[in-house]
Every structure is written in C-alpha cells, then in structure tokens.
C-alpha cells in the first residue's frame, strides 16, 4: 500500500454559532491542510498520483477558503466552520477527483490542535 500526503495552508476568520467561549468571537486561523492519499496500483511512470495534480486540486480549494469569512461561504451558511467541518469539505470536494484513493484530511487551526476526516 502506498500513501501520499500533500500539505496547503490558508487564513480565514469564522466564529462558532451555539457556542459558549471565547470562539464565539470573530477570530481568524492560518489553517494548515494535509491530504492524504492511499493506494496499492501505481502508474506506468511509478506513481499512484502526480503530486502536481494532487496539489493543483487542493489548491483550488485552498484558494476558495483563502482571506474570507468562512460564516459567509456557501457550505457553513448552516454549519459551523470548524476544523472538522472544513476537514469533510475539504475531503468531499477531492474525493470527486480521487474517488477511491482518498485517505483522509487533516486541518490544523493550530500548530496544537487539529481534526481528521477519513471515509
């Protein structure tokens, strides 16, 4: 089994709705993102996949979340934004690219604490 890792960063604010603390605050992160990806085939060229493609597409997304206010985008207008809930966006959205090879996503609101997401 092969398993590949890629790592993004981008900073947004958000603040936790029903939340009691300090949280519930408008507050901003530098997120730091790992995708993970696992397989057992590779390529003809030795690869499971091209780190470029992986880091493109995470990109892409990283873009997306980069210098807004995550309360606002389209995905938490009914959720709250946290670690977890970005960690399964993030995971949802490149699961449509990597179906099967997807592993997990781990996003870091710290460098102390972070949330996994894995299928």
């Known amino acids: 089994m092969y398993r590949l890792r890629v790592i ?3 900073a947004s604010a958000h603040f936790l709705r029903d939340y ?3 949280c519930e605050n408008l507050h901003g992160h530098n997120w730091k993102v790992e995708v993970y990806l696992k397989g057992e085939k590779l390529d003809k060229t030795g690869m499971l996949v091209d780190f470029k493609n992986i880091k493109k597409e995470l ?3 990283t873009d997306e979340l ?3 206010f995550l309360n606002e985008h389209p995905y938490f207008e009914k ?10 966006y993030i995971y949802d959205r490149l699961k449509e690219k ?5 592993s997990s996503v781990v996003v870091w609101e710290s460098e102390t604490a972070a949330a996994e997401y894995y299928e």
Do not use: V
């Open 98 to 102: 990597f179906c099967d090879l997807m």
């Open 20 to 22: 009691e603390g300090k």
């Open 66 to 68: 980069d210098h807004i």
């Open 8 to 10: 993004d960063h981008f």
């Open 59 to 61: 990109r892409k997304i």
């Open 79 to 88: 959720i709250n934004p946290t670690s977890e809930n970005i960690a399964k």
